[in-house]
């Protein structure tokens, strides 16, 4: 009901990109929720934060809803110009990655020192790991709205869909060093996972893509090619997690070969506008949930005694951090279209960090650290959607007036 009436409105009066309505409207019902539980004594702060702890948001978008928001997305991915830059996609999806971890975990280390509030280098560098990635769902909503370079639109998503794979990874290996277990991030064991983890999911999901591909080629009926579709992804998703290697990887992957592989016979049939046209909605749907959740997130995290300054300073730290995360490798790709440095402008700016990052910051074992690292991950999350994915559009128009 609340998604309709912010669509609505938002429709009617403010034109906004409906993700971004959708997450200030959350955020001004939130803070409605903590004036009513503050000043008028309203008990709705702690019933609405139980509900939010209760649902367990980390397992339910990386165990399942991920799974479905990544294969939405590879269905309306140009595999062409996928290709075409394969090369600064891959540097962006790993490389990047594991820069933008060290950067952000060791200025986040001297910032935490400077305000008074001592963290372990190993907390500053699972933050990193937690900021780390752009979110495919943020960013896919972006680009709807903005003309660019289609060399730029396809390396801002593949980047998007790819780096998820990368940053969990990192993740997992950054808390076991926080947490004690040195035994699974020493002599080479994250890069080796790492390569692991990728490489094994793209044979799964090329595997699982090709054998659905193959079955659609039989089919007559829309309906089975859909149920085919919700079959694969979901198996694919969990045969990944069972074998410990990249589930987004996976995804994606068996996403660009299941359409691309059967596409041709897809189209042939008419399977092609029904498949999109469901996905489309399942999209748009859980897209709709996501976003007011992030919102609403706003009553589970527990604001600690951490300076307004440091929250202003680890934006700023983000943004910096984001910018040499693509200009290194980018010097290592071929020069895109419009320059290097208009490209450079843009990949920075529009790199928004969304659900995935709240998941895996949420998921945090409870600790002294928990409540900064979640403060500042939030500060920064709310900054890049908003600030950033709202003015996109006016920075791509300038550096691109042409296109």
Known sequence: MLAAVIGVANERWFGLPRPIALLIGAIIVSLGILFASDVLSLDLQHRTRMRLVHSDLPDVLLDGVLALLLFAASLQVDLVALRRHLVPIVLFSTMSVVIAMLLFGFGMFKLFALAGVPVPLAWCFVLG?????????????LLHRVKMPESLRAMISGESLFNDGAAVVLFFAALAAATGLEHETGHGEIALHLIVASLGAIALGAATGFVAAA?????????????????????????????????????????????NAGGRRIETLGHGAPLKAFWSIIDDLVNTLLFLIMGFELLAIRFTAVPLILVGAAILMSLFVRFASIALPMLLARRPEGGRAPAIAVLTWTGLRGGISLALVLGLPEGPYRDELAMVC?????????????????????LYSKG
């Open 378 to 398: 939030y500060a920064v999350v709310l900054f890049t959607v908003l600030i950033q994915g709202l003015s996109t559009p006016a920075l791509v128009r300038r």
């Open 129 to 141: 790991a937690i900021l780390a990635p752009t979110d495919a769902v943020a960013v896919e909503q």
């Open 215 to 259: 079955a659609v080629r039989r089919i007559v009926e829309p309906a089975l090619v859909v149920t085919v579709s919700l079959g694969l992804i979901l198996a694919t998703y969990r045969l990944a997690a069972w074998l410990e290697i990249s589930g987004p990887v996976a995804v994606v992957v068996c996403g660009l070969v299941f359409y």
